[in-house]
Every structure is written in C-alpha cells, then in structure tokens.
C-alpha cells in the first residue's frame, strides 16, 4: 500500500514583481523522514516554505500539506504544522518562560498541557537552566533553540525550517540536528529544512535540489555524490599556499576548494593523474582520488547553470608586503565590559600585512565585540589596540579612513538602490569628483552589479546583497578589511566567489580579519583564533589547530572537530571551578 504524502505540490507557479520565482515545481514528501531543501541564494526555497504553511498563495498549480489544501484550508494545515521561519519573532524583553507562555497561547495549547511540555522542550534544547533569562540576552544558538521550542509548544505532525542553523556556532549545529533527529526518530515527526550548509543535506534522507525557481533533482543524498566517482581529487603542492593553489586552477576546473591540508578538485569528467599534472602549477604535485561528496555533484550542477569567473580585484592598492614588518594590528590586554558582562576579557594578538587572519568562536564568544573595537566603533575599557599604526584610543576617525568594514548584518540602506549605496559609501569615505566616479564604475563591473544598479538592495538575493556590501567596504581602497560573518547565509557558488576575491586581496597586500561559523572556511585564513567567553583558547595556523584534536579514534580531525574539542575542554575546566 502507498504511504500517503505528507506534503505534495503539483505545478506550483508563484510571482513576484514580474519575476517568476517558483515555475511549476512538483515534488511528493514521504512522512517520518527529513527532507532537505536545497538551492542558492533565490532558488525559491523560502517562498515554497510559505506556500506549504498557507501564509502564500500560489499563482497556479496546488499544495497540499497533511492531506489538507494548504492555500483553501490555511488555518486547518497552520493548526497542525510547525514553521520556524529564518528570522523567527522572539520578544528580545520577554524571559525564555514567557515567550514560552505567549506562543502557548497563541497556538491554543491547553492550559493542563503546558507544563509538561515547557519541561520537556527545555530538556530537549538544554535550555532548563535559562527560563528566567530574556530572551535578548541569549547566544545566537541559544535563540535559534528557544526558537525551535516555540515551535514545537504544540507538538506538529510536520515541522518546516527555514535555514534554522545560520549565523549558529559549530555546536549548537550539532545540538540542532541532535534534536531534529530526536524528533523523527522518537515521536515521528515529518521535517522539511532548507539549509546553506551542504554537510547538512548528507543527514537528510531525501532532498529536493532548486535553481531558478525549478527543481533540478529529488532523492536520496547518494543520487547527486555517487556518479562524481572519478572526478574528485586531493591535490597538494609543496612550499605553496593552498589558496593561492586555488586560485591558479579556477576557470579550469569545476570546483577547486581548500579543504584541509590540500586543494579538492571536481573535474569536468573522469580524470587520470597524469592529466590532472597537465592542469597549471600541478607538475609536481602529491595528487590522489578522494571520494565523492553530496557538495561535489551539487557545484557540478550548479556551475552548468551559473558561471563563476575568476576573480582578480583589479585596479586595488599594490602594497608591499615583504618592506613592511610591523604588523598592522596590535592588540595587548583588550578588554571590554558591559555592565557586570565582560563581553571581552584580556585578549592579545597580531596580524601582519597581506595576513588572513580567522576569528572563530561559539555565539557570545565576543568576536563581534573585538571587531567593533578595532574598527573605532566601540571604545575598549582597557588595553591597548593600534590598527595601521594609529593608536585607537587617539585617532580612531583617521584609523578608519584605511579600513573596510563589512558587518555581520550587511551594512546596507534597504531603502537606497545598488547605485546610492555605493554613492553614500563613496561619499561617507571622503571620496569626491572623477575619484568617485571612477570607483563607482569600478564597483559596478567588479562585482557584476550594473544589472541591479537600480534595484533597492532590500530587494536583493543575499548573494547580491554580499557584493554590493563588500564594494561599499572596498569603495575606499583600504589596506586593512574587517568582515563579520560575511558569508553567514550564503550559498555554496556565492562563498567560493567571495573567497576567491579576499585570497586577491591577501595577493595584493590587503591585510583581512574575518569571523566565521563555516569552519571549512578557516581553513583558508594563515592564522586562527579560538574564542569562548571572551577569552582566546588557541592561536595557530589551522592544521596545527586540528593537530591539537587528534586522538586514535579520530587521527585526522576536521576543523569542527578541533572547535567543538577546544570549546567543550574550556566548558568543562570552567564547570570544575
């Protein structure tokens, strides 16, 4: 006997602005199971989430959500699911219980029924401690889990997540997905999750592939990995940075990508060593096969339908590297309180001209903070922080003339076009006449923009919105750039772009500091460090970071792995104190 559908779709069209983004897609969604929706940027993964939960109607075509007709029967479908939007409505001033209690009532949970589930649910998010807490001064991870809570007050026979791990540390992903499994496996409930993180779609046990509004696959993981067999390799050149690697092998190449000690590549078909050693700057080196990933097939693709070119920053500051042997940031002893909260508490490090250099810690860790601080927005309480050799403390307005900054949140004016950002940034940075003319034309051609020069930039995918916000921050020309979090969100394509221009920026000079979560990405910083509780809990180039991890069981960790062991021995030599 057929198992019924939990969630089916059938020709599903949906437009917005004369743009077509859903164009007659149908899939079928066994129940018991998590389904994975994954796509890039505008692929129209959220607007089908919104179609399923009835809040959207549908152009033409039908949806049907646990037998029940999602556009006709709203309310009836809404009473039975759970929908966990990407920004999803907590009340910052509320307590972790009361924002319990308003979604309790909102979702007409009986008043008998509501205690044991608060406990349960706070069992389930490790939560139990921090009711009392308000619901502003939790960790990110902490919010996306009480958010989840919510979400389940009334426990849903389908749960829809709409990228409900960005912006989260490494454990608390790993926590998320504890429960998501808990959920399936224990009270089998049906779950629906679109994700950035590719890693995340070899945990689903089907997933749903969208380009463009239009479903390029359906199935099990194995179905997009298993025929890349044969053209996926590990490459390693010696006395030579693996970004730079890299770069040399995009455009010839489908995907070339730093990935622990080596470069993975994906070729265009089934490859031999000997001509893989024809590619450039591979005469000599240490090539081997490596098995297939759920992200190789996906760029494979991708990359036949969106074209990523090389990347070079022209018309950026030479700047010599080799004459400048003072580093560029010089932090002793920073400090940074709130109140009681020591947001940042003794921390001291620096960087070098033309050094990436990583910031990497769980929600709360105080990277945020930091970067503020050496930017000239926020003044330290103590210590000493000297950026492209100006004191902060003294000349911090003439410190920033020289640094790019590029916030967490996309420092961008929603309201203003692609053109009047890029305007006001120029003009924010002193820039004036042919000077800003010739930057603005720059901008627009680097990056790829002159399409959406007259778009509003909240009107903007985020891949988009990650371009213009790195142009404005590069308006300038600077030799020192801050990016927080940049790629928080972001698909695979638009991360591999955005890395490809930063390593361009390092072969120029430019000095980058960058915050994290992916922790594939780490892997392309000269130096990293770790932090928890506002405190560095190791500084290091990242494989001698990983070397810090191996145990026999696990003799090559990953960068998560190294992470999550670093921040769980901090947690554990504070609890025992």
Not at 74 to 89: E, H, I, K, N, T
Not at 101 to 118: H, K, N, S, T
Not at 475 to 480: S, T
Not at 530 to 536: D, E, N, V
Request: proline residues 4%.
């Amino acid at each position: 006997m057929e198992t019924l559908a939990i969630l089916q779709a059938a020709d599903l069209v949906k437009t917005f602005a004369g743009r077509r983004v859903l164009d007659g897609v149908s899939f079928t969604i066994r129940p018991g199971v998590i389904t994975g929706l994954i796509g890039p940027d505008g692929a129209g993964k959220t607007t089908l989430m919104r179609l399923a939960a009835g809040l959207l109607v549908a152009d033409s075509g039908s949806i049907h959500a646990l037998g029940r007709d999602s556009t006709l029967d709203s309310l009836s479908v809404q009473a039975l699911m759970g929908y966990m939007p990407q920004r999803f409505g907590l009340y910052e001033d509320l307590s972790v219980q009361e924002n319990l209690q308003l979604y309790a009532d909102l979702q007409g949970v009986p008043e008998p029924e509501r205690a044991g589930r608060y406990q349960e649910l706070m069992h389930m998010t490790g939560l139990a401690a921090f009711t009392g807490r308000l619901a502003g001064r939790l960790s990110g991870g902490m919010k996306q889990k009480l958010g989840l809570a919510c979400t389940l007050v009334r426990a849903p026979e389908l749960l829809l997540l709409d990228e409900p791990t960005v912006g989260v540390d490494p454990v608390s992903r790993r926590e998320l997905w504890v429960i998501i499994n808990r959920l399936v496996q224990e009270q089998g409930m049906s779950v629906l999750i679109s994700t950035a993180y590719l890693d995340e779609a070899e945990r689903c046990q089907e997933v749903i592939l969208m380009h463009e509004g239009k479903i390029l696959m359906q199935g099990a993981p194995d179905r997009l990995s298993a025929p890349m067999t044969g053209r996926t390799w590990a490459v390693t050149v010696l006395d030579k940075k693996l970004r730079d690697v890299q770069a040399e092998l995009t455009g010839h190449v489908v995907d070339a990508l730093v990935q622990g000690d080596h470069v993975r590549l994906v070729t265009a078909k089934n490859s031999t060593v000997e001509a893989l050693r024809a590619l450039p700057g591979l005469e000599s080196a240490q090539i081997k096969a490596v098995a297939p990933r759920f992200e190789d097939g996906f760029i494979d693709m991708l990359r036949a339908k969106s074209s990523l070119r090389r990347t070079r920053l022209t018309d950026m500051p030479a700047l010599n590297v080799a004459a400048d042997s003072l580093p560029v940031i010089q932090v002793e002893q920073l400090k940074r309180s709130f109140g009681s909260f020591r947001a940042v508490d003794g921390i001291s490090f620096q960087v070098k001209r033309g050094e990436i250099f990583g910031l990497l810690g769980a929600n709360g860790a105080g990277k945020s903070t930091t970067f503020r601080m050496l930017c000239g927005l926020l003044p330290a309480s103590s210590g000493s922080l000297r950026v492209a050799g100006l004191d902060l403390r003294v000349a911090a307005s003439t410190a920033r003339s020289r640094i790019g900054y590029m916030s967490q949140k996309f420092s961008l004016y929603g309201s203003l076009s692609v053109t009047q950002n890029l305007e006001f940034f120029a003009s924010a940075y002193g820039l004036s006449g042919q000077a800003r003319k010739r930057r603005l034309i720059w901008a627009l051609d680097e990056f790829e923009l002159e399409k959406q020069a007259d778009q509003l930039s909240s009107d903007m995918s985020l891949g988009y919105k990650q371009r213009l916000a790195m142009a404005c921050a590069l308006m300038h020309q600077p030799e020192i750039l801050f990016l927080d979090e940049p790629t928080s969100g972001v698909d695979p394509l638009a991360r591999r772009e955005f890395w490809q221009r930063i390593s361009a920026l390092a072969r120029s000079g430019v000095t980058v500091l960058i915050t994290t979560h992916f922790m594939e990405e780490a892997e392309y910083c000269d130096r990293l460090a770790i932090m928890a509780a506002g405190r560095i809990l190791a500084m290091d180039e990242p494989a001698a970071i990983k070397a810090r991890a191996q145990t026999l069981e696990n003799p090559e960790p990953s960068m998560e792995d190294a992470f999550i062991c670093l921040v769980q021995q901090a947690t554990q030599m504070k609890d025992s104190t």
